[in-house]
């Protein structure tokens, strides 16, 4: 079985920027869900991908934006880069939704430092 | 206005006792809850998850006890041991709000040999 992967590990960037982080959820799974968790907090909810489409949105502006594709995998893509963005970005995969309880299942993550 | 909340940020067992972690939630919709421990550079992994249709859960060391009139669930570990030492957090979510989990803060756990 094939856990969640993400990359990049780390990235460094300037604000004003752009970035895109990519995730391949674990296999068997369809859903996908992105997180962001910044220092001494609890993850925070982003956005959840299912067939391709937005399935719900967390407290975050359009500047966090997503896509999933075909196979499942995803992007999240942040724009105009603000100091206050500097977080770690976990990406997790799950059954669909109706499918009953599923747990998450996460990456990584991706250390993002905007300077 | 935090809807999960751990209010320990810290907790430090002897090995071979029990960790008891704590997990107060203000949602009544909530009905899905979730723990997770994190190593440092690490994803959060999942442990064990409890439905709302049962008051209790076991895996192997770890239960959790879930009381719906106080809003309130728990984590025990036992026996507790050296590389149980973690941030835990819990997880909640409702059915009617999609796999939409919201967290707490998290309690970091030092297990001490």
Known sequence: ETGVTQSPTHLIKTRGQQVTLRCSSQSGHNTVSWYQQALGQGPQFIFQYYREEENGRGNFPPRFSGLQFPNYSSELNVNALELDDSALYLCASSLAPGQGYSPLHFGNGTRLTVT | ?113
Not at chain 2, 79 to 98: E, K
């Open chain 2, 1 to 113: 206005d935090q809807q999960v909340k751990q209010n320990s940020p810290s907790l430090s067992v002897q090995e071979g006792r029990i960790s008891i972690l704590n997990c107060d939630y203000t949602n009544s919709m909530f009905d899905y809850f979730l723990w997770y421990k994190k190593y440092p550079a690490e994803g959060p992994t999942f442990l064990i998850s409890i439905s709302s249709i049962k008051d209790k859960n076991e895996d192997g060391r770890f239960t959790v006890f879930l009381n719906k009139s106080a809003k309130h669930l728990s984590l025990h570990i036992v026996p507790s041991q050296p590389g149980d030492s973690a941030v835990y957090f819990c997880a909640a979510s409702a059915t009617n709000y999609g796999q939409n989990f919201v967290f707490g803060p998290g309690t970091r756990l030092s297990v001490l040999p």
